[in-house]
């Protein structure tokens, strides 16, 4: 039960809007409603007339007897708000609202949408769109849209569920969907979002029993929390979620945002959010159905080790080239194994792929034994079959078919996919056998891996907001400087070189003997960020000449920007050795507080190889942060280098991402750039360090 | 005409081992000869038979009168070698042998298919196998296969054509292809190329009149210079080569090594012919299709301007990333055409994405309207639309339908692609009024992207060999000293810096001291390459302790390796400034020498941030390469560096990759490393080169 049943499951439903006629919005929703065989009260509501389509009709909300769980409003703008104002007297529980004239007409109708809003509120009613399609639950046999493709669809009360920003979209969706025989059996447009969001409604088929796999059309999410929520229960609760997020590239993001009025957020950040929840992002709808299909059928690989069964050598290559392109590998089998293969196929190849060969034509069980020996050996986490074209040939078909489904059920539990060459009721054939059935090799190979993925992130907990104790607070509007700054690091574990604050050049020198080696001496001032530009930067400085540079540095400083205020000047050794990083935190305005870690550079600043997680990382993930990146072969003793003390640097990608989560709402941006990290057991230096709220 | 003729368009086919059996492969491959229509003579051989399947048969080849164009050998491997033979005698034309255990069965069967191959040299017969499936060509009738796939195949001469590295997959093309409607007319399975290899079948291909496009299935090519006069031929005539080739990543390389016995060569080397001859690589046998299909329609388009028509906002954002992962650009319309779109849907967006709405569903033809005025405007080189869902709607479907072939035959050689939400007789409805149809709207726009490919390879000349005269040659098996490397170099425009080769201190003194600046001092010697690891090189040296710092070197190096043939000590200026790059040439031992180029340092070594070509190239194609690589804005005046001399830098690598393609049989490596570019008008300085054949 989610605060949305009354919306999904309603008993009685009014009908605000309601025509006779079957073409137009009110009349169609009323004539859907009927059809789909609601048992509940059906109340039209049309001033002009005493019965709709058979059914007797109300002059208002108000004269409707009883209560009524669910309104529709099929209404011309100007109609909605007195309507809502009726439905709050009435006490009815939620509003599907189709009209549209509202946020998405600019200011006046964003306006109209808040009084909207605050009526509903006030009377406790749910509100979803406007400006959408509706939704429907052919579980509960409630069916509230008037979407004009639904006039050809019958409906199946399928195990999936499809949240959508997009009324057009949701519609294509579902008849694609139904074009490959999967059923919808859950189906909401979320419109405008005036109240009911992505979030609240994909929450909601997270909790539903009705629904196996959660499918999610996102433009822009508007309430990160409610978001966050609905993908935590789903993550909670073990149930996929794919999703297909437009504006993945500058291009359609520039689209995106002349289309939809939500603000878009960076689509690397959804990113993030998608990989800490174990959303799958799927690219095309084709994906997006392959995936969730085959998540419908609840069996996940415990790893990423794919079997691949081929009757011909050259489809095998290609299935091992799909394999590395999904990050699947493809082990060889054991001599074990391997003996045993070659007594069911003396002239194949039974390493991994593993080709039976053309002679699985003449001896078609050949490929359920070797399923059988390759599954039972535990040495496989999923397996892919070509059956190919011998699918659907006469004598062939029938063993073939009755075999697999025997091994099928078998290794009920051990997904694996086939690609068949046939027509589309062979392939339903081979489906109902137990198999991922695909016409073309690289989508069953890519829906494996895509099953894969699930079991990895529902097994990582999520992170626990009580854990974000004890840390240091950051106040709203403050930039901190450099030294400040590397002062709260050092306060959550992350160490600066040893350093004088001066104020003078006699200071300096002495300051600069104590090190004992060159020095650097930098201004410090909450006034100075890009302290370089105006000199007062000096590297490599031998401490004999430390009293000199200081007094040169100060008067640049002080030429170049007279009223900053200076707190003092840096003294600090050289460090030589180590490599350089960049550790930061930004906060995206939507989603909030992302950790990011790369090498210095051109690697991340060019080449963009640079890694992001949503805020907090636990150790364990900074380090497969680190391991993600393409230039971790520098930190890991590349080409005899000395291997750089990965797990200091961890712990401090830990340590910040979790400052900046307790610090979700104030903090913009930290960037430890450089972040030296020694040879290992030697640790890590901030070598500078910026925080700005 | 082709040399191939004979066996494609044979008049008389002489069946070696043919039976009355058609479950048997001589019984079968007849069936299908006589139920083509083949109009020539059939000549069933068959020792035991008077008859076979009506026709008269023969004891023996010698025994059949008149001329025999082709042999079809259906026979065990041990009797293959006497028909070879005989056929020989007989002075057949060509043949074609089924059989295996041949050279894919090691040494012995080595030696079994060279005998053959000579026997048939003698003769002046070609060969197609052994080992392989055959061929078929329905443009002659003519149809040599004994794969069972045929039993249910109906031939339909189609203009495409088929070469195949592998029958089974062969087979599975046919049957895929079928399942969309389309159908090869000319099928070629190469098997173990003894004679006729992929190269010369794909030649005959290019220049037969009955194929459109050409198809591919590549396993590894065995005859570089065959397989490139098939690409040239094909690129002569424009016509369009789609391949599939195996082994892209290093998990698909390791099973393809275990499944052909077929050199692979590098993957990579493979990239670098596609681009040269303008072959389309697919990933996938769909995508294979796809791009054949489209490409058989015979439009493409002049540019990579796509224009983007939907009435659904979600789909138009989607398209528009699809667009960016393809390379397709999505201007925004001009002000005039906006004008007139504004007209046509006045509550649309008429930027690009067009978004001309649900409204669509109310007046089926303003599609055709907003085309009409998109593709006049001349702004765009292709179109995508999304028809989705509505493609089928009763009351919709025709008035869509039919203003959409109206505008498709007005724009016909304008490539324009639609997304059909729909069933398979309703997507080829769309498909006949001029639209490449698919369900899914990625699919639509890679193949516009893929069609955009063609023209600009056409375009481009293919390197003529006549243009690598006065080119300095290369001879085998030497390993040239720096200086002689840097020699040759200058030789073809690529400058040292100037440098001194000296025997003793006292010389080295006075060079250091005319070259007037700090210098480098490096030993020079056929046998040291690697000379920092025996102390042979000095850098940063005061030219006043230039004959106490090559002392100390004489005495390093000769303690190292006593005997190397020391030419001498190059003393040369520190260089400073500039940026290093790296300039090579590997020659594949399969496909001949390819010239690659990235910036020094990790992003070539790490990061894999390099670009390769086909020696050799052009200085146009030369500097493609270097606006191709990542880094490329690390020469380009990135965050305010100066621009570096990219037009010298293209004229380099253009140099020594015709020095490469000069001495294709000799050369081995050439390493360029660092090459130095200068700032913009100062040219490029080889700092060190290795030249070794």
Known sequence: ????????????????????????????????????????????????????????????????????????LALPTGAVLPAIEACARKGVGGAVIFS????????????????????????????????????????????????????????????LGLVSQSGGYAGEVVKSAQEVGLNFGVWITTGNEADV????????????????????????????????????????????VVVLKVGRTEQGAKAAASHTASLAGSDVVYDAV??????????TTEEMLDVAYAASRGHFPRGRR??????????????????ADEGLAVPTASAAVQTRLIEISPNGAPFNPIDLTGQVANDPPMYARAI????????????????????????????????????AKRFADVPMAASVTADAETLAEYGEAGFLCYREPARAIKTLAALASFPLAWDRDLPDASDLTGLPTLERGTALSEAASKAMLAGIG???????????????????????????????????????????????????????????????????????????????????????????????????????????????ELLKDVTMRLAPVTEDQAMDMIRSVRSFPLLDGFRGRAKADVVALAQAISALSRLAAANAETVRTIEVNPLLVLDKGNGILALDAVIET
Chains 1, 2 share one sequence.
Do not use: W
């Open 197 to 240: 969001g992505l979030g609240e409604a994909m929450h909601h088929m997270a909790m539903s029993d009705d629904v196996d796999v959660v499918v999610g059309y996102i433009e822009g999410v508007r309430d990160r929390q409610s978001f966050f929520d609905g993908l935590a229960a789903a993550h909670a609760r073990r149930k996929p």
């Open 494 to 604: 992350i160490p600066s070189p040893a350093e004088h604050l001066v104020q003078d050049p006699a200071d300096a020198e002495a300051a600069a003997m104590s090190i004992g080696c060159n020095v650097a001496i930098k201004v410090v001032s909450p006034d100075i960020l890009h302290k370089t530009e105006i000199g007062g930067v000096a590297l490599g400085i031998d401490p004999k000449d430390a009293a000199a540079t200081l007094e040169a540095m100060v008067g640049k400083v002080t030429a170049s920007m007279p009223d900053a205020r200076i707190e003092g000047y840096l003294v600090s050794p050289m460090i030589t050795g180590g490599t350089e990083c960049i550790v930061g935190v930004h906060t995206d305005p939507l989603l909030g507080p992302v950790i990011m870690f790369g090498l210095g550079g051109v690697t991340v």
């Open 1 to 72: 039960m989610t605060s949305l049943d009354i919306l999904l499951r309603p008993r009685s439903v009014a009908m605000i809007g309601a025509s006779g006629d079957v073409t137009r919005i009110g009349g169609r929703a009323l004539r859907h409603l009927k059809e789909v065989g609601f048992a509940g009260d059906i109340f039209p509501v049309n001033p002009g007339r005493d019965e709709v389509q058979g059914l007797k009709a109300y002059a208002g909300v108000d004269d409707i007897p009883g209560r009524i769980d669910c309104a529709v």
């Open 306 to 323: 794919l079997a691949i069964l081929t009757n011909s050598g050259g489809i095998g290559v290609q299935a091992a080239d799909f394999a």
């Open 372 to 407: 059988d020996v390759v599954l039972e050996s535990a040495e496989f986490d999923c397996a892919y079959v070509n059956v190919g074209l011998i699918a659907g040939l006469p004598f062939i078909k029938r063993p073939l078919l009755d075999s697999l489904k025997a091994v």
């Open 100 to 159: 549209a004239g509202f946020a998405e007409m600019g200011e006046q109708g964003v306006l109209l949408q808040q009084r909207m809003v605050d009526i509903a509120n006030a009377a406790g009613m749910r509100l979803l769109g406007p400006n959408c399609l509706g939704m429907y639950n052919l579980h509960a046999k409630s069916f509230l849209s008037f979407s004009g493709i639904f006039d050809d669809v019958k409906g199946t009360a399928g195990r």
């Open 274 to 283: 998608f990989e800490r929840y174990g959303v799958y992002r799927a690219r």
